[in-house]
């Protein structure tokens, strides 16, 4: 079956940088548009990356954009999320996505049709 391991996670300064990974196993990764969300305490889930199937194409929020960069190895059936100048308010946890759709990039979490369990970025101010 389809699973999708995230890893990464830590408690960090802000300022600080962290870099998330998901493995991706039982799917042809290479066929799959895929996303980064997160979701804090109290909070409904939010689009935070996403990558087109080539990696070609990718899109962010405000919040994030030029902080974060999404990006994957189809060889190593692997996506990425490097996390730059972390803010406190990034503190969540950030869960991989996999949309076998026909759209190119998706932000929407509906969108998408496997999930990973999600790994802790806890950001101190």
């Known amino acids: 079956q389809v699973q999708l391991l995230e890893s990464g996670g830590e408690y960090v300064q802000a300022g600080g940088s962290l870099r998330l990974s998901c493995l991706a196993s039982?799917?042809?990764?290479?066929?799959?548009?895929m996303g980064w969300f997160r979701q804090a305490p109290g909070k409904e889930r939010e689009f935070v990356a996403a990558?087109?199937?080539?990696?070609?194409?990718?899109e962010y929020p405000d919040s994030v954009k030029g902080r974060f960069t999404i990006s994957r190895d189809n060889a190593k059936s692997t996506l990425y999320l490097q996390m730059n100048s972390l803010k406190a308010e990034d503190t969540a946890v950030y869960f991989c996505?996999?949309?076998?759709?026909?759209?190119?990039?998706?932000?929407?979490?509906?969108?998408?049709?496997?999930w990973g369990q999600g790994t802790q970025v806890t950001v101190s101010s």
């Open positions: 039982g799917l042809t990764f290479s066929s799959y548009a």
């Open positions: 990558i087109s199937r080539s990696g070609g194409t990718t």
């Open positions: 996505a996999a949309d076998r759709g026909r759209s190119i990039i998706s932000t929407r979490a509906i969108s998408y049709d496997h």
